[in-house]
């Protein structure tokens, strides 16, 4: 009886040693999800922007530079205070903005935002972009 559990014993630790060996050398060749999101976020967003060099290759165009939340406040802000803009918003006048090269369309989206204008329109020629702004 003796042999018997002692055998036994032997059997389950030698099957504790290969199933705590096995996960530790799977985990070692598996790469954390939150990197590999983080990688693939990083491998679109690189995609994205040599995509949108061939137009500026090209010569037809500019290099998407975005326009920042703080200069998006002061234009808006000097908008307001024009004096033509002022007159034509008292007058009640429809006013359109236009916006050629538009990027990922946080301009026109932010200019349809403020009330000043009835329209807001976005003209982009680099096709990657405007699928952007479709998405954002």
């Known amino acids: 009886m003796k042999d018997d559990t002692q055998e036994i014993w032997e059997k389950v630790q030698s099957e504790i040693q290969d199933s705590s060996e096995a996960p530790a050398s799977a985990k070692s060749d598996s790469l954390h999800p939150a990197f590999v999101v983080g990688l693939g976020g990083f491998f679109l967003l690189n995609v994205g922007a040599l995509m949108s060099l061939p137009p500026v ?10 326009t920042f ?16 803009i002022a007159k034509k918003l008292a007058d009640q006048k429809p006013l359109l903005f ?7 369309g946080r301009v026109v989206f932010r200019a349809a935002r403020e009330g ?13 972009m405007f699928m952007l702004s479709l998405v954002c």
Not at 57 to 66: Q, S, T
Not at 116 to 128: A, L, Q, V
Request: charge should be neutral; aromatic fraction near 8%.
């Open 98 to 104: 236009v916006d050629l090269g538009s990027g990922d």
């Open 57 to 66: 290759l090209r010569g037809r165009g500019a290099p998407y530079l975005p």
């Open 69 to 84: 939340s703080g200069k998006l406040n002061v234009m808006f802000t000097q908008l307001r205070q024009d004096a033509h």
């Open 116 to 128: 000043i204008f009835d329209k807001s329109i976005g003209y982009e020629i680099n096709p990657c």
